[in-house]
């Protein structure tokens, strides 16, 4: 990610991306959208919902494929991805919509220790057989790669009352 | 993790923890609990919370305090955790409180290809100097990894209204 360290920014001691890492990560498939440049991206997931993406799918590998059986279209899902372009190094940073250099871990920047994403979608369709899982929308750029899906439970995905 | 291959269950043909993988985590701290063994870990967040588990708190490698910068006391966070024990190869599970063998994706089980967990947590306590982050409950072991905090977001972190 074409990310230039900017005023009051911290960068670790430590670059996650130059280390050998203490765990590894499997890529299950590919999140396919319509954003094939980083400035086409939408910012996030309610802006990506009012550009009405078609097509937003998920291209899950045929090892995986068996693990998607029991999940159903119209169900909501929270997927995780892994932002292969971002930089994980920068502690500190200031996003053009803040005011002040912030932590990471008080953003939902892509740039952080581990550039894993979170983000809640419905499935619009689901074929088993071919690993193709239509999502409602995605801020992801074409081709990134996915970790996990999980179904939502309200139980414990909100706030408890 | 001791999970024996039930009826119906379908082992992936690759083993996704004796692979080389396809990208590196780094653990920035650990979860600190009062479940030391499996046996004794609430089955999940709500009933964590009933059992009103005091101490429950993340501890973040100094390499990575500064990431802590604008979170706050009373924030609900996401946060993201490696299941250190957990088999990788089972995708299609038979869990107890189920009638039938289900795709790993359709569950919150920690058995899947990648063992990352997502917990909805409030910080009850924050020291940036020592890294601790109170949090108001937890249903993991003692001493798991933890990979990533964000900051709850209701206009993503919700379905559309």
Redesign the interface.
Known sequence: MSHGKREGE?V???D?AH??????????GHIRSPWRERSDCPK???QA?ERAPQGCRLEIGE??R??????EAGQ???M?Y?M?EARRDI??QHPRHRDAP???????SPV???P?A???V?ITSLDLATGIVGIDATDALDGT?L???????P??????A
Chains 1, 2 share one sequence.
């Open positions: 911290v670790a001691a430590i996650p280390i050998p890492g203490d765990a590894h990560v499997v890529f299950i996030n997931l309610r919902r090892t995986w068996p693990g998607l059986s029991g999940l909501w899902i929270n995780l892994w292969h502690l500190i912030t932590g990471a871990f008080s953003l939902r952080r220790p581990n894993i979170l983000a809640l419905q790669p970790l996990d899906i999980k179904p939502h439970l139980t414990i995905d909100l706030p408890p």
